[in-house]
């Protein structure tokens, strides 16, 4: 089987799983853990390694067919206050002590359930500023983390405007004397951090803005001409230390070449007081400033990291997974490789000094943020143990490093890179290309990716690929209107939602060293316009960060002035001209880095199936791939016998599947009020296994009926 992308005959019928049957994989439950009375869930990824993986075995393939709802949480009717809005399915709770605790609304409320019935137990809500009103991740909170503190529980949480709270597990009162306090009405006092503060302290945009008469105003941060900073992940403790990230304005609506970089700063999780930050972008004398060109390091920003992190205690390293600079489709205003965008960074948590880090994509003009955090695993690759860690990508690639030394444990090879036609813009000659394992789904669109069931049909799909203008290489760089070759909108595969997006983070199973991925085959099509065209620059109502205009933007709906390539949809009378499955799940042993299974994420709808079932090109052809899953990502879970994954059938229900680990195969299915997005968590709570769904509006909680456990 072709790893990178699935062969038109690998799926043969609805359902099945991928060819290679792997045996040995299941893992037995830990001794007594299914009469456990509690077990604890205590970062939003289950652990620091990122893994989503549990050891309770109570829930089982022999009884999974059993789980029922055991309670919901609806944010609109269950929260005593006003959470500002509907509630967006990306906030996993922890459960610690009896509670589940999690984000939630456009206020990023803090709420604390009871874990047996999920009645709210306590909330807490940052006052409004404009900072919070501005924030356009004010609804992406993902959770908030968890630390003992000289034996008492507290939670960390970092809010859309930029606050960082210490709060009492048991009570959600903002911890009195923690941090540096926020001089604003209705703030607590003598409590928090301003981290706005702190993140411009000695920036040189900052500087020059104070000599020259300015002052700070806590409830604007940062000067919108300057920049604008946010977050949608929650902080990191390691080692008492709290790492906070941070988000910018979202690229795709930029049009301007200002902005604050999003250092990572790190807290006393005792005090609050500030350890350290790091420069994502390198100011003079520090690694990687050669890579910022212009003087673009000065007056640039964002970098940071939006998407969780990860961490080894032991070792003492933090891992940061980082996004572009400003702009996610035009950087001819930053040349050079931009360190460190698009990068995992390793960094001592205690002193802030690199350890290491890798950059996965250069000078980002494709927004290849790097979306979900690394999975760390022990793996055993040619007789090596290896302290592995594992990236997940836009782009579909599965980075593999030793996360001790940064080593990649497969050569990643530099390749010749597609170079751009749009007037400043200059792109890096090569791009880093692992060269294993294979892709997980689909890169660029070739010849080699076209359905080729018979002669007669890949010649078909390759006449409509051809004249539609489809195919693209990997890094196809976005055109301009105007252009000289006469090009329309660049397609660019996969798109901006992956391959793997901040919807559908990895899981992996660390007993085995198997990594298991949700992806999708994203495309997307952009081409730039001068940037004082732009919809969003024409647009005098709305707010946006910095000064200068750039000289290119992303284009909406704009007439591109070339010869029109003919409007083809990429099917044969309904017959997709893409291999598929649309949507995946792929189960890779990262202890060799082949493939066990791919399978469908879901199943794709009915009428889809039958199409192809009775297309009458396909009339007496073997291995027709006729469940080409659907788009999107799945949630899921890992656990001692089986992986959970959320998904549809194809009559559009929604469901809770049980996965083999091994073979890729349904082992159960039960349904569910709706479906699950961005992850699942699971936790013991009185003797019963609960596994939480996020999804629109709150959270769904299954579990076993009692008279079910043993």
Not at 190 to 206: C, E, Y
């Amino acid at each position: 089987m072709t790893k990178g992308f699935l062969q038109s005959s690998s799926l043969p019928g609805l359902g099945a799983a991928v060819a290679l049957a792997v045996g040995g994989l299941l893992v037995a439950g830990q001794p007594g853990a299914a009469q456990q009375q509690s077990v604890e869930w205590t970062h939003i990824n289950g652990d620091e390694s990122s893994t989503r993986y549990s050891q309770l075995d109570q829930i089982d393939p022999s009884n999974f067919w059993r789980l029922q709802v055991a309670w919901e949480w609806d944010g609109q009717e269950d929260s005593p206050i006003d959470l500002g809005g509907g509630v967006n399915p990306r906030g996993l709770p922890i459960y610690v002590d009896g509670k589940l605790i999690t984000t939630s609304g456009p206020k990023r409320t803090i709420v604390a359930m009871d874990a047996g019935t999920g009645e709210t137990l306590w909330t807490f809500q940052e006052p409004e500023t404009f900072r919070w009103e501005y924030s356009m991740r004010a609804n992406h909170g993902k959770g908030v983390s968890y630390a003992e503190i000289d034996g008492r529980g507290v939670v960390f949480i970092q809010t859309p405007a930029f606050f960082l709270w210490a709060l009492d597990a048991e009570t959600g009162e903002p911890l009195e004397g923690w941090g540096t306090g926020v001089p604003l009405d209705e703030f607590p006092d003598n409590s928090g951090v301003d981290l706005v503060a702190d993140l411009i302290d000695g920036w040189g945009p900052w500087e020059d803005y104070v000599e020259a008469g300015g002052t700070y105003d806590p409830d604007m941060g940062i000067p919108l001409e300057l920049g604008y900073i946010t977050s949608s992940s929650p902080p990191i403790v390691v080692n008492d230390v709290v790492v906070v990230g941070n988000s910018a304005e979202q690229g795709y609506n930029q049009t301007r070449i200002e902005n604050v970089p999003g250092d990572i700063l790190a807290y006393d999780a005792r005090t609050g007081e500030q350890l350290w930050k790091f420069h994502v972008i390198p100011r003079p004398g520090e690694y990687g400033h050669e890579t910022w060109e212009n003087d673009a390091w000065y007056w640039s920003g964002n970098i940071g990291s939006w998407a969780p992190m990860s961490a080894d205690s032991e070792l003492g390293l933090v891992y940061i997974p980082t996004k572009g600079g400003v702009m996610d489709y035009y950087g001819g205003f930053r040349p050079g490789d931009n360190l460190f965008g698009n990068s995992v960074l390793a960094l001592d948590v205690q002193t802030g000094e690199r350890v290491w880090h890798y950059q996965l994509v250069r000078h980002d003009i494709w927004n290849y943020d790097t979306p979900v955090a690394p999975v760390l695993m022990d793996v055993t690759v040619d007789g090596e143990e290896i302290p592995g860690i594992f990236q997940a990508s836009k782009q579909a690639y599965l980075y593999a490093f030793n996360r001790e030394t940064g080593e990649p444990i497969w050569p990643i090879e530099d390749r010749p890179a597609p170079q751009s036609n749009v007037p400043g813009e200059q792109l890096p000659e090569t791009q880093p290309h692992p060269t294993w394992p294979e892709p997980y789904d689909l890169q660029g669109r070739t010849e080699e990716h076209l359905i080729d069931y018979t002669p007669e049909i890949f010649e078909m799909a390759r006449d409509i690929a051809e004249r539609g203008g489809h195919f693209a290489p990997l890094f196809n760089p976005p055109t301009h209107v105007g252009n000289e070759e006469g090009a329309g909108p660049a397609r660019l595969c996969p798109g901006s939602t992956g391959g793997v997006n901040i919807s559908g983070p990895a899981a992996g199973d660390p007993e085995s060293g198997v990594i298991f991925i949700t992806s999708h085959q994203g495309c997307g099509s952009t081409i730039l316009v001068p940037g004082e065209e732009s919809s969003f620059e024409q647009d005098e109502t709305s707010l946006r960060q910095g000064t200068t205009v750039a000289d290119w933007a992303r284009g909406l709906g704009v007439d591109w002035g070339g010869e029109d390539v003919e409007d083809l949809p990429e099917h044969i009378d309904g017959l997709p001209i893409w291999k598929g499955p649309q949507g995946r799940i792929s189960a890779i042993d990262m202890n060799t880095g082949e493939y066990l299974w791919v399978i469908p994420n879901g199943d794709a709808p009915a009428a889809e199936q039958e199409l192809i079932r009775n297309h009458p090109l396909l009339e007496g052809v073997d291995g027709v791939m006729y469940n080409r899953g659907r788009g999107g990502h799945s949630a899921m879970l890992v656990t001692p016998s089986m992986l959970m994954a959320t998904g549809q059938t194809s009559e559009g229900a929604t469901r809770l599947f049980a996965i083999d680990k091994g073979t890729g195969e349904r082992l159960g299915q039960v349904q569910t009020p709706q479906l699950g997005r961005y992850g699942i968590m699971t936790y013991m709570h009185e003797g019963r296994q609960f596994v939480v769904l996020p999804v629109q509006g709150g959270y769904t909680a299954l579990a076993l009926p009692q008279e079910a456990i043993q």
